[in-house]
């Protein structure tokens, strides 16, 4: 296991991460445009709708960015031990 490094930067593991990464993309782009086509339902302006949409972006980031930190401090206690 001395070379992870060489497995986590392989190009096999990079392309076996895109096809996520592209479902993401894609969930968000549907997401986006549902959201802005029901605006209308909700009587929402789409200025409103687009600032809505931007509050709740940026409010996911704190979230986002707990789990973050948990899984830094994961990292290090468990590579620790498996390295130790």
Known sequence: MKNYLDV???TALW????????VVIIQAIIFYKRAMASASIVDLS???AKKAFKVGA???IGPAMGVFV????LMAVIGGLLHG
């Open 8 to 10: 986590a930067n392989s």
């Open 15 to 22: 392309f076996a991460a895109v096809p996520i990464t592209v």
């Open 46 to 48: 789409k200025e409103d």
């Open 58 to 60: 940026f409010s996911a």
């Open 70 to 73: 948990v899984m830094l401090g």
